[in-house]
């Protein structure tokens, strides 16, 4: 009889060779816990080629599921259960066991054959990754989902794909979790194939079954109820999230969404997801390349709509030229850049916060640019949204970063009522009046939109500088240095309309930790947990890079120590240095294609503060 111990939150990771399914498999795993009302933070590891070779270390995928009964913001550093579904899947996973979790290996897939092409020297795994003090459950997975299976007159290959499940009913009975939700994922996925759900659903029961009736789990576990705010939720992973932004920006402001894109990994969920939206009126464009994708993006904004055009950061290096062109012809324009490791093609699987001076500077002459960052799966919708907001009223180019952790991570997200948002006003030019094309409003500084077709308002845009009021052709010295001021200066307004930087904690005392973008859910674990010991720590994360907030300075002087932690090797610390150089700021950064733990995070927070 397995002990049933109770606790507030679990960490489980699948994983395998990236042909066996274990991105579905988490997903399904993290539906079900979301539905329950569980708190739940996921992190989706894909191998980073497009296909490595079968059975080795560098095409393993993985799969991080963190939930619990209180609030989760991270995916866990470590796990409590490991899923492998062969000795590369182990070989690649066994550092994030924690010391006492358990390990569910496919017994049948650690053969000679595959442990040799993991790099194993010898045929016993646990005893050479030194796995002894582990609970180490070997399961038959794959000839036991071929026995469930023998009279379904599926053929060969079909039943080998479903043993994922199998392994999802496993862990579906060891944290007492029902198999009904996925149940009925089968019923909606395959109701056009009603044998591949009687498959699943055979496969899955099969799984749940062997895990009641073995004796090999000494343990299984049950997490208390969850206690998430009264609302309606949904999983929502940070690509999907963004793209529902924008379109909630549209409806706001009562322009046409248009995005013109390229894919790239790992932005082009968000191109799929406003694809899918015809039906709200959504216009989208894969163009062949990431130059032409901002190009057509540049001329529908011209043309009257709300422009968008996602990618990574080597599109972002291709797309500088053009962006230099919506600044000076000053159109709104969201340039959402997903950031993935670099340089060159990196690691395009891997996170990294490293494309944020390109952002900033990576343009020739003076151009500025509005710079944001979403911190969550979920946050990624506000942030799509207020970059939206700030590009059609300041008549401006907005670059949003998020990255790969966030873009693929997922979490429930509370729907939120579209009367809890504000209008988004579009600076279009009134047809009463004279048009001058650069004719400012003086609280923005924002030049009207004329739109093309519009009697009266016709007008030329490029790339060349322009008059200060009718927007013609200028080489006039003057004139050049005025609108250079011009357009600084009307990104420097903005800050008049971002809220203040606020801290999580005490609003002085001996730590500040600095933040942006992705990092959030791991710096404030580690800061809530040393605030909860007592210690005189408090986190300030930045959603806004430029302009920043207008009271930065002011925040950050109250502390005695500020440290700057990025997933780079310290661009913000530098531009923090660079804005506020009365300020001392320390770094922390990892380049790892990972995200921070947190507690490699609460170790050096100790450090400074001297423990």
């Known amino acids: 009889m397995a002990i049933l111990n109770e606790c507030s939150n679990i960490v489980i990771r699948f994983s395998g ?36 070779p079968q059975g080795t270390v560098a095409g393993v995928s993985g799969f991080q599921v963190h939930f619990g009964t209180t609030a989760v913001n991270t995916p866990g550093d470590y796990c409590d259960v490991l899923v492998a579904m062969n000795p590369a899947a182990l070989k690649a996973n066994a550092k994030w066991m924690k010391k006492d979790a358990t390990a569910i290996l496919d017994a049948d897939a650690f053969d000679e054959v595959h442990l040799k092409k993991a790099g194993f020297a010898t045929s016993d795994p646990v005893a050479e990754l030194k796995l002894e003090g582990y609970s180490i459950i070997w ?40 198999p009904e939700h996925t149940e009925a994922y089968f019923a909606s996925k395959f109701k056009k194939k009603p044998a591949l759900i009687e498959i699943n659903r055979t496969v899955l029961k099969g799984g749940y079954n062997y895990a009641a009736n073995t004796h090999a789990f000494a343990n299984t576990y049950k997490v208390a109820p969850g206690q998430l705010d009264k609302g309606t939720y949904r999983i929502i992973n940070g690509n999907v999230a963004t793209a529902w932004g924008l379109i909630a920006a549209a409806e706001k402001s009562g322009l046409t969404l248009f995005c013109g894109s390229y894919p790239i990994t790992p ?93 900033l500077y990576g343009r020739h002459g003076e151009s500025p640019a509005v710079v944001m ?25 907005v670059v949003l970063l998020t990255d790969g952790y966030i873009a693929n991570g997922s979490e429930p997200w509370k729907i939120p009522s579209m009367k809890d948002y504000p209008a988004i006003v579009p ?62 200066a009307k990104v420097a307004k903005v800050a008049d309309f971002i809220p203040d930087l606020e801290v999580v904690g005490d609003a002085s005392g ?43 300075e002011e925040v950050l002087s109250r502390f005695k120590n500020v440290i700057a932690c990025e997933l780079n090797m310290g661009q913000f610390a530098n531009l923090l240095r660079m804005e506020l150089p009365h300020i001392s700021v320390q770094q922390y950064n990892k380049v790892q294609g990972l995200p921070f733990t947190v507690s490699e995070l609460v170790q050096k927070f100790n450090e400074l503060l001297g423990i």
């Open 373 to 397: 960052a979403a911190s969550s799966p979920s946050d990624c919708f506000s942030a799509a949204f207020w970059a939206a907001k700030i590009a059609v009223e300041h008549m401006t180019p």
């Open 267 to 359: 932005a082009t969920g968000i191109l799929e997801e406003l694809a899918a939206r015809k039906d709200l009126g959504v216009k989208t464009l894969q163009a062949e390349d990431e130059i032409a994708g901002i190009c057509t993006a540049i001329g529908a904004s011209f043309a009257g709509n709300l422009a968008v055009t996602t990618t990574s950061g080597p599109g972002l290096a291709l797309k500088g030229e053009a962006l230099g062109l919506a600044i000076m012809a000053e159109l709104p324009l969201v340039v959402v850049d997903v950031q993935r490791s670099g340089p060159s093609t990196g690691l395009p699987t891997k996170t990294e916060q490293s494309d944020l001076m390109q952002a």
């Open 17 to 52: 060779d990236s042909g066996d399914g274990m991105q579905l498999t988490g997903t399904l795993f993290s539906d079900t816990s979301a539905l329950l009302g569980y708190s739940v933070s996921t992190f989706p590891d894909y191998p980073a080629e497009i296909r490595a």
């Open 139 to 178: 399961a038959p997975i794959t000839s036991l989902t071929k026995a469930a299976l023998k009279d379904s007159g599926a053929d060969t290959k079909t039943i080998v794909r479903c043993k994922n499940m199998f392994a999802l009913g496993i862990c579906y009975y060891l944290f007492n979790l029902p």
């Open 510 to 552: 001996d730590l500040l930790v600095v933040g942006w973008g992705g990092t959030y859910g791991h710096l404030l674990s580690a800061v809530t947990q040393l605030q909860s010991s007592g210690k005189k720590i408090s986190l300030a994360h930045f959603s806004y890079l430029n302009p920043l907030p207008k009271n930065t």
């Open 427 to 488: 600076p279009i030019a009134p047809q009463s009046e004279a048009y001058l094309p650069y004719q400012r409003d003086a609280q923005r500084l924002a030049r009207r939109w004329g739109i093309p077709g519009t009697k009266g308002q016709e007008h030329r845009v490029g790339g060349l500088e322009k008059d200060a009021l009718k927007g013609s052709i200028s080489h006039d010295p003057e004139n050049h240095q005025k609108m250079t001021d011009l357009r600084a």
